[in-house]
Nanobody, 115 residues
Framework: QVQLVESGGGLVQTGGSLRLSCAAS????????MGWYRQAPGKQRELVAD???????NYADSVRARFTISRDNAKNTVYLQMNSLKPEDTAVYYC?????????WGQGTQVTVSS
């Protein structure tokens, strides 16, 4: 089994920054994709960014110039540095790990950006 534990959410003012972390434990294979998704009230969950174990990254257009995803393979941890936050970034942020045709989700962490 795989467990994902997220941390780093909170309340920040417009223009501020937050850094999210997600640590994976359990049966982690060396080839995988880890990523961040978010879900705002009344909206569908959407991809924010993901990163493969080899380092390839993928970003949503809305965050490409402001967020940076990175990972530490030795720690099975993925990070999301969020800068220049906007009220529309307010959502629950979920970590996901995809490996060998299976996906695993964290419990989510709330990010609230006040105007």
């Amino acid at each position: 089994q795989v467990q994902l534990v997220e941390s780093g959410g909170g309340l920040v003012q417009t223009g501020g920054s937050l850094r999210l972390s997600c640590a994976a434990s359990g049966s982690i294979f060396s080839i995988n994709v880890m990523g961040w998704y978010r879900q705002a009230p009344g909206k569908q969950r959407e991809l924010v960014a993901d990163i493969a174990s080899g380092g390839n990254t993928n970003y949503a257009d809305s965050v490409r110039a402001r967020f940076t995803i990175s990972r530490d393979n030795a720690k099975n941890t993925v990070y999301l540095q969020m800068n220049s936050l906007k009220p529309e970034d307010t959502a629950v942020y979920y970590c996901k790990l995809y490996q060998r045709h299976s996906e695993y989700w964290g419990q989510g962490t709330q990010v609230t950006v006040s105007s």
